[in-house]
């Protein structure tokens, strides 16, 4: 019995084609629309005690998909702007654990949504959910804001933050 060979020229092709729709799948640049086109700084709701003043909002599902350029919301991702003033004459530090003691890290979450994109890609979006996240050190007279990548939650979220 004699095997057929079938051509190498239209496997080549073949092979060459694939790889180039697959690297084309990889291949998308990170997007995002800056946060301040949105309205979650303006809902964010007060409150002092002592010399701190934190102010909270949560953006919404198709909000924070845009913010961020990816679908946080179904990875189980909730992000929670905060913004927060030391008018004291101390540093401060904010525990990010009392707001959610499994909270995600920026990198965490970029890594989560690697496959979406280019490698440059990829970097750009660490770059930005690493520099749009809160800061955890206040110093004296100072505000800083950010936002905190928690586990979602249906309805209205419910948080302390701790300022030691």
């Not at 694939?18 to 990170?30: F, H, R, T, V």
């Not at 004291?88 to 904010?94: I, K, M, Q």
């Not at 936002?147 to 948080?159: L, R, W």
Request: aromatic share 10%; glycine share 6%.
């Amino acid at each position: 019995m004699q095997q057929r060979r079938l051509p190498s020229k239209p496997i080549a092709f073949l092979v060459v084609i694939s790889g180039l729709l697959l690297a084309g799948c990889s291949s998308a640049p990170y997007r995002y629309e800056p946060v301040d086109n949105f309205a979650v700084i303006g809902r964010a709701l007060a409150q002092e005690q002592g010399v701190f003043r934190v102010r909270a909002s949560v953006p919404g599902q198709q909000e924070a998909e845009k913010i961020f350029g990816i679908p946080i919301y179904e990875r189980g991702i909730q992000p929670v702007w905060l913004e927060i003033t030391n008018s004291g004459p101390d540093r401060a530090r904010v525990v990010l654990s009392s707001i959610d003691p499994e909270y995600f890290s920026p990198l965490e979450v970029a890594y989560m949504h690697k496959k979406r994109f280019s490698t440059q890609g990829w970097m750009d979006m660490e770059r930005y959910l690493y520099s749009n996240a809160l800061p955890r050190q206040v110093a004296p007279n100072q505000t800083v804001s950010g936002f905190v990548f928690t586990h979602a939650s249906q309805g209205t979220k419910a948080f302390n933050v701790e300022i030691i």
